[in-house]
Antibody, heavy 119, light 108 residues
Framework: QVQLVESGGGLVKPGGSLRLSCTGS????????VSWIRQVPGKGLEWISY????????YYADSVKGRFTISRDNANNSVSLQMNSLRLEDAALYYC????????????WGQGSLVTVSS | EIMMTQSPATLSVSPGERATLSCRAS??????LAWYQQKPGQAPSLLIY???KRATGVPARFSGSGSGAEFTLTISSLQPEDLAVYFC??????????FGQGTKLEIK
């Protein structure tokens, strides 16, 4: 079954860290660009980070630049998001989503991993 | 950064009727626009790309149109399973990719 599965979410205090993982199954994630997109439940979608298929091109939204780091392990068909210095406003459901190369739209999404930031 | 504005925020349509959702970009994005459907409790799924091309498996009652800064998603004959929030996304000028705030489609 072709799918993306996120893991690693949870409850963390402000200033804390969390690492999310996104694993592809049923296809080779190494053939695809991947983004992380977050959503406060009941609200809109915010793109936060992108990594190219080789990992050589990386982008971040201004809201997370300098605090979050995206990386990938193509041997294990996975992409990770290291989140440091977490703030209350980072609380959201985090989705990983794949792009068909050069397509720039998201043709497959994971089910999401919930990050709660609270003291 | 390109801003995307969707209207209306909420739309209530009877089964079998037509639903028309709008998305406006803050500048010309040609046809670099996608639409997503997010059903309650689920992740978004791709409906339309390049403004008018249906993704694999999307029913023919869904159609997209527009170019430049004005876009429309039309559901020709609303089905109960179309209850969802619909988002548009521009990929003309990125990063960042930007999304509209969504239109919640209710079944009357």
């Amino acid at each position: 079954q072709v799918q993306l599965v996120e893991s690693g979410g949870g409850l963390v205090k402000p200033g804390g860290s969390l690492r999310l993982s996104c694993t592809g199954s049923g296809f080779s994630l190494s053939d695809h660009y991947v983004s992380w997109i977050r959503q406060v439940p009941g609200k809109g979608l915010e793109w936060i980070s992108y990594i190219s298929s080789s990992g050589t091109t990386i982008y971040y939204a201004d809201s997370v630049k300098g605090r979050f780091t995206i990386s990938r392990d193509n041997a294990n068909n996975s992409v990770s998001l290291q989140m440091n210095s977490l703030r209350l406003e980072d609380a959201a459901l985090y989705y990983c989503a794949r792009e068909v190369p050069w397509a720039r739209w998201f043709d497959l999404w994971g089910q999401g991993s919930l990050v709660t930031v609270s003291s | 950064e390109i801003m995307m504005t969707q209207s209306p925020a909420t739309l209530s349509v009877s089964p079998g009727e037509r639903a028309t959702l709008s998305c406006r970009a803050s500048q010309n994005i040609r046809t670099n626009l996608a639409w997503y459907q997010q059903k309650p409790g689920q992740a978004p799924s791709l409906l339309i790309y390049t403004a008018s091309k249906r993704a694999t498996g999307v029913p023919a009652r869904f159609s997209g149109s527009g170019s430049g800064a004005e876009f429309t998603l039309t559901i020709s004959s609303l089905q109960p399973e179309d209850l969802a929030v619909y988002f548009c996304q521009q990929y003309h000028d990125w990063p960042p990719y930007t999304f509209g705030q969504g239109t919640k489609l209710e079944i009357k």
